[in-house]
């Protein structure tokens, strides 16, 4: 069977996987895919057919008790989200009064790389996943490459599609796992990959909190307080996952300060304390929630209760999902201007969990503290965040490595007087970082031959004259100008 087969040929066949297809709107034509195809002829599932495999990724899914996971499992594999809530019941949320007169609901992100989910890359290539071999998984992670997915996102959508095998082996759906090989040289997301995740400094974070509270035209006020909240509670070291399925009950107050109740990996809860910062942040956003939506108002017996509802919502009062959380970071990057100009584009929930761990390292805190806080499992794991990260400046020796060439340099730089020509040579270049070397020569010059002070002075006073010398360069210059006592004005 052709990968490129076109639909119109695809004739009437048995639907195999139909948790793949999306909903469509009453009367509308479903478009016949690969994946609807027969079964191969040794089919394992016999006359069970679409149902049979169906019912299999049903009952893999629900060994996981948390829909995010779930969820998460259920988009490396391209299945349909709905089809996958529905799996474990989950109730629709109640939609909310609109906060925008142009929409209610805002469109849904299918992600960029969607059609590269394990079963829609099977149906393109007209291959059953139940005949899948390690060379299909292998092309599959090719295509991946080639496509730009990030190494994070093939390492994922690897593992589930192995857990998924691993079951189906055990089920008698198929008689290897095609996942089961050494994934050594594809190029995947491995420990050392930390080094490479942006460190943001206080002042950048304090910048994007700025950017998201900004007014501008068409953002609603509730949309640009939870933007806030949103960053704000990244600021406490939280995953994108945890935010995404945090509700309103989370928000307590144990041991006399304010928390969050958080579920995380594994399903494994921790508590979480508030900052000054996110609480304020946070109050204010499900104050104007609750201004605009009429939240603050009783239930009606029998209504689900506010305290129910997610902490952070969409405009139709539904849990964000976590790709519009990406989003929502990367735009108010985007609009903090020239303080995240550079790493905008790489900005994400994780870089500012990043924040949290490296910040509260170099501030002191213990790092069991820290692991607890962000809920590693171990605390080699937080110790790596941090050592892998980016270093403050003020933890790397280069300056005291560049101290010793400099004075090594002085020492060799031959008799005074070469070297103070060679110094004044320097100071007329446009080059600022010779002009700050020159200076540092100069002033050796005028410790040790005190002589020379004034004509140094006239020579620095020249330079602060200039239309348009390097802000550090007449920073220093000035400096030293006035170590020398002002001679030559």
Do not use: C
């Given at each position: 069977?052709?990968?490129?087969?076109?639909?119109?040929?695809?004739?009437?066949?048995?639907?195999?996987?139909?948790?793949?297809?999306?909903?469509?709107?009453?009367?509308?034509?479903?478009?016949?895919?690969?994946?609807?195809?027969?079964?191969?002829?040794?089919?394992?599932?016999?006359?069970?057919?679409?149902?049979?495999?169906?019912?299999?990724?049903?009952?893999?899914?629900?060994?996981?008790?948390?829909?995010?996971?779930?969820?998460?499992?259920?988009?490396?594999?391209?299945?349909?989200?709905?089809?996958?809530?529905?799996?474990?019941?989950?109730?629709?949320?109640?939609?909310?009064?609109?906060t925008s007169r142009r929409r209610a609901t805002p469109p849904r992100r299918t992600g960029r790389h969607r059609d590269l989910a394990w079963f829609r890359w099977c149906d393109r290539h007209a291959?059953?996943?139940?005949?899948?071999?390690?060379?299909?998984?292998?092309?599959?992670?090719?295509?991946?490459?080639?496509?730009?997915?990030?190494?994070?996102?093939?390492?994922?959508?690897?593992?589930?599609?192995?857990?998924?095998?691993?079951?189906?082996?055990?089920?008698?759906?198929?008689?290897?796992?095609?996942?089961?090989?050494?994934?050594?040289?594809?190029?995947?997301?491995?420990?050392?990959?930390?080094?490479?995740?942006?460190?943001?400094?206080?002042?950048?974070?304090?910048?994007?909190?700025?950017?998201?509270?900004?007014?501008?035209?068409?953002?609603?006020?509730?949309?640009?307080?939870?933007?806030?909240?949103?960053?704000?509670?990244?600021?406490?070291?939280?995953?994108?996952?945890?935010?995404?399925?945090?509700?309103?009950?989370d928000l307590h107050q144990t041991r006399g300060r304010r928390a969050l109740r958080v579920t995380g990996k594994g399903d494994k809860s921790r508590i979480v304390y508030l900052s000054g910062l996110?609480?304020?942040?946070?109050?204010?956003?499900?104050?104007?929630?609750?201004?605009?939506?009429?939240?603050?108002?009783?239930?009606?017996?029998?209504?689900?209760?506010?305290?129910?509802?997610?902490?952070?919502?969409t405009r139709d009062g539904g849990h964000m999902d976590p790709r519009d959380i990406w989003a929502l970071i990367r735009r108010v990057a985007r609009a903090a201007g020239p303080a995240l100009a550079?790493?905008?584009?790489?900005?994400?929930?994780?870089?500012?969990?990043?924040?949290?761990?490296?910040?509260?390292?170099?501030?002191?805190?213990?790092?069991?503290?820290?692991?607890?806080?962000?809920?590693?499992?171990?605390?080699?794991?937080?110790?790596?965040?941090?050592?892998?990260?980016?270093?403050?400046?003020?933890?790397?020796?280069?300056?005291?490595?560049?101290?010793?060439?400099?004075?090594?340099?002085?020492?060799?730089?031959?008799?005074?007087?070469?070297?103070?020509?060679?110094?004044?040579?320097?100071?007329?270049?446009?080059?600022?970082?010779?002009?700050?070397?020159?200076?540092?020569?100069?002033?050796?010059?005028?410790?040790?031959?005190?002589?020379?002070?004034?004509?140094?002075?006239?020579?620095?006073?020249?330079?602060?004259?200039?239309?348009?010398?390097?802000?550090?360069?007449?920073?220093?210059?000035?400096?030293?100008?006035?170590?020398?006592?002002?001679?030559?004005?």
């Open positions: 069977m052709s990968a490129d087969l076109e639909p119109a040929s695809l004739g009437n066949r048995r639907r195999v996987v139909p948790a793949v297809r999306e909903r469509h709107a009453p009367g509308a034509a479903e478009r016949p895919t690969v994946v609807d195809a027969e079964f191969v002829p040794d089919d394992p599932l016999g006359s069970g057919g679409a149902a049979a495999f169906d019912a299999l990724l049903g009952d893999w899914l629900l060994g996981y008790s948390n829909p995010r996971t779930r969820l998460s499992y259920g988009d490396a594999l391209g299945l349909n989200r709905d089809w996958v809530r529905d799996l474990g019941g989950q109730p629709a949320a109640s939609p909310a009064p609109s291959l059953h996943p139940l005949a899948a071999t390690s060379t299909d998984v292998k092309r599959w992670q090719a295509d991946m490459v080639a496509a730009g997915v990030r190494k994070t996102t093939r390492a994922h959508r690897l593992a589930v599609v192995g857990e998924l095998y691993r079951y189906l082996v055990d089920a008698g759906a198929v008689p290897a796992n095609p996942a089961a090989f050494d994934r050594g040289g594809l190029g995947l997301a491995s420990r050392a990959d930390t080094a490479a995740t942006v460190v943001l400094t206080a002042e950048q974070v304090d910048q994007l909190l700025l950017a998201a509270g900004r007014p501008r035209r068409g953002l609603h006020p509730l949309m640009a307080r939870r933007a806030v909240a949103v960053v704000a509670i990244f600021t406490l070291g939280l995953r994108v996952a945890e935010l995404a399925g945090l509700r309103r009950s996110a609480a304020d942040a946070i109050d204010a956003y499900l104050a104007e929630r609750d201004r605009w939506t009429r939240g603050a108002v009783l239930a009606n017996p029998g209504a689900v209760g506010p305290r129910h509802s997610p902490l952070i919502a550079d790493v905008a584009d790489r900005m994400g929930p994780h870089v500012l969990r990043h924040f949290y761990v490296t910040a509260a390292a170099e501030a002191g805190a213990d790092m069991t503290h820290v692991q607890a806080d962000v809920g590693h499992a171990s605390v080699d794991t937080t110790n790596r965040v941090y050592n892998q990260a980016a270093r403050h400046p003020d933890r790397s020796a280069v300056d005291l490595v560049a101290s010793a060439i400099l004075a090594a340099r002085s020492r060799h730089d031959g008799e005074p007087d070469e070297r103070y020509r060679a110094a004044l040579d320097a100071l007329a270049a446009e080059d600022p970082v010779e002009q700050l070397v020159a200076l540092q020569q100069l002033e050796r010059v005028a410790e040790r031959h005190p002589e020379r002070a004034r004509d140094i002075a006239a020579h620095l006073a020249g330079l602060t004259r200039q239309p348009a010398p390097h802000p550090r360069v007449a920073e220093a210059a000035a400096a030293l100008h006035a170590r020398l006592g002002g001679s030559g004005r």
